[in-house]
C-alpha cells in the first residue's frame, strides 16, 4: 500500500494540500488548542472560531494585496458554500438586483422606464474561453433570459468549434454603454481546457473566476468588482468558497433592489445564503460556516506568507515557483514531437497543462498514464469531455514532483518514438 511520501498528485481539484497542513489538521481535529474538543466541534460563533476566520482574511488581504477600508475603494473577503457554481448565480442575483436599484434611482424612480430598459438594454456580457465560463453563461442565461446575455467572445468559433485560445480583442463585442453593462464577466483559468488570460480584460463592473488559479500570481484587485473561487483547488478544501467583493457595489456604497419591484419585474431573487450584502453584513457568520475549512485556507495561506517575507505583493514568492515549474514542463513537451500541447502558447495556463501524447492515440495516452502512476505520479487524466493529459500545477504540487514528471515525460518519450 503506497504512503503519502511514495506518490505526487496532479489531481485538478480537489488538489493535494501541503503535508504538514494535514498533519497538523488531524491534531486539530480531535483537539483545538488543547481544548480536548475538536476543531469542526466548536462552534462557528466562538472566539477561537472568529480568530480563525479573521487570521483567514488577513492573510488573503497580505497575499493579494487587497484594499481594507470601509469606503468605496475597500474589499470585503467572503466566505461562503456553494462552491464556484454558487458564485456563477450569486454573480447573478447580487449584481441585477445592484444594477435595477442604481437604474431605478438615475430614472427618478419611474418603473414603467425601468421595465424598459430591463427589456431592452440591460445585458451580462460573458467571455466564453473555455467550459467553466460557458457554464457560467449558461447560469445567466437561465436565470435572466438569453436575451439580456451578450457574449463578448466565443472562442469555439476562432478554433474550429473547441476551446483553447482567446481571440483577439478587436473582435470582441462588449457592451457599448456602460451604462447597459451589469457585469463583465471571464474566468481567469479554464481548468478543463488549460486555457489562461494573461491579464485581465477591462469592463464595466468586472467579474472574474479564480477558482483554478486563486493565490498563484498577483492580481489587480482595484480592477475587479468582484473576484471569486472554490477553495478545493489552491487553498484548502472543498467546502467553502472565497469571494472578494468590492465595497462599492455593497451597502451602504451601493443599493439594492426591493425583493418586489424585482418580482414585477420577473427578475430573479437569489437565495438569502447567496446574498453578499447579507453575508458582508455578518462577517461571513450568517449562518453556520464550515470553520474547518477556513482554518485549513488559513494555515495554507500563512504557509505562503513565511514562504515570501518580504516580497511585494506577498503573493510574489509563489507565482515565481509556479511560472518555474509550468516552463519547465511546457520546455519538455514542446522538444519532443510525440507530444502536443492543446491551447494556443499565447494562452497556455501555468496550472493546467492539457496535453495529447501522439495526436491523441488512445494506447498511447493509456500507456503513458500507467507508466507515470507506476512512478508514482497520479491524477494525470484529462478531463472526461475533452480526454488527453492534464497536469494540474498547483501551489501544493512541489518542485520535486515537477521535475519527477519532468523526467518521466523525457524518459516515456525516448522510448517510445
Ligand atoms: C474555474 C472553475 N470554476 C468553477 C468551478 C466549479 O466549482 P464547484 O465544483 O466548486 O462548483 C470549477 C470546478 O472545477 C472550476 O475549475
Not at 457592451?175 to 483559468?189: A, F, I, K, M, R
Not at 453575508?279 to 474547518?292: D, E, G, M, R, V
Request: charged share 20%.
Amino acid at each position: 500500500m503506497p504512503s503519502r511520501n511514495d506518490v505526487y498528485y496532479f489531481g485538478a481539484g480537489p488538489a493535494p494540500l501541503p503535508t504538514p497542513v494535514l498533519e497538523q489538521a488531524s491534531k486539530v481535529l480531535l483537539s483545538y488548542n488543547d481544548s480536548g474538543i475538536g476543531i469542526t466541534e466548536i462552534s462557528h460563533r466562538s472566539s477561537d472560531a472568529n480568530a480563525i476566520l479573521a487570521h483567514a482574511q488577513s492573510s488573503l488581504r497580505q497575499l493579494l494585496d487587497i484594499p481594507e477600508s470601509d469606503g468605496p475603494d475597500g474589499y470585503q473577503i467572503l466566505f461562503l458554500q456553494g462552491g464556484g457554481s454558487g458564485e456563477f448565480s450569486a454573480v447573478v442575483y447580487n449584481m441585477v438586483s445592484m444594477w435595477v436599484a442604481k437604474r431605478l434611482k438615475a430614472l427618478g424612480g419611474d418603473e414603467a422606464k425601468l421595465k424598459e430598459e430591463v427589456e431592452q438594454k440591460m445585458k451580462l456580457d460573458y467571455f466564453v474561453t473555455g467550459s467553466w465560463s460557458l457554464k457560467a453563461s449558461q447560469e445567466a442565461s437561465r436565470l435572466v433570459g438569453g436575451e439580456s446575455v451578450n457574449i463578448v467572445t466565443d472562442s469555439r468559433k476562432h478554433n474550429d468549434g473547441k476551446f483553447g485560445v482567446i481571440a483577439p480583442t478587436e473582435s470582441w463585442t462588449q457592451t457599448q454603454s456602460e451604462q447597459d453593462t451589469v457585469l463583465t464577466y471571464y474566468c481567469d483559468n479554464e481548468t478543463v481546457d488549460g486555457v489562461e488570460f494573461q491579464s485581465a480584460p477591462s469592463g464595466a463592473n468586472l467579474v472574474a473566476d479564480m477558482s483554478s488559479n486563486f493565490l498563484s500570481r498577483a492580481v489587480d484587485v482595484r480592477k475587479h468588482a468582484v473576484i471569486f473561487g472554490g477553495a478545493q483547488k489552491n487553498i484548502g478544501t472543498t467546502g467553502i468558497t472565497i469571494a472578494i467583493v468590492s465595497n462599492s457595489i455593497l451597502p451602504p456604497h451601493a443599493e439594492m433592489a426591493d425583493p418586489k419591484l424585482l418580482r414585477k419585474l420577473g427578475l430573479p431573487i437569489g437565495p438569502v445564503v447567496l446574498d453578499w450584502p447579507t453575508i458582508a453584513k455578518n462577517n461571513s457568520l450568517y449562518n453556520t460556516l464550515p470553520i474547518f475549512d477556513v482554518w485549513i485556507a488559513g494555515q495554507v495561506m500563512g504557509r505562503l506568507l513565511d514562504q515570501s517575507p518580504s516580497a511585494n505583493p506577498r503573493i510574489a514568492g509563489q507565482e515565481a515557483e509556479s511560472n518555474r515549474k509550468a516552463q519547465m514542463l511546457y520546455k519538455i513537451l514542446d522538444e519532443s514531437p510525440i507530444y502536443h500541447v492543446v491551447p494556443d502558447k499565447s494562452v497556455r495556463s501555468r496550472m493546467n497543462i492539457c496535453v495529447r501524447v501522439k495526436g491523441g492515440d488512445a494506447d498511447a495516452e493509456k500507456t503513458f498514464i500507467k507508466g507515470a502512476e507506476a512512478r508514482g505520479l497520479m491524477g494525470l487524466k484529462g478531463h472526461r469531455s475533452v480526454g488527453g493529459i492534464r497536469i494540474s500545477n498547483y501551489n501544493a504540487v512541489p518542485v520535486a514532483a515537477a521535475e519527477k514528471l519532468a523526467k518521466y515525460m523525457v524518459d516515456f518519450a525516448n522510448e517510445t518514438k
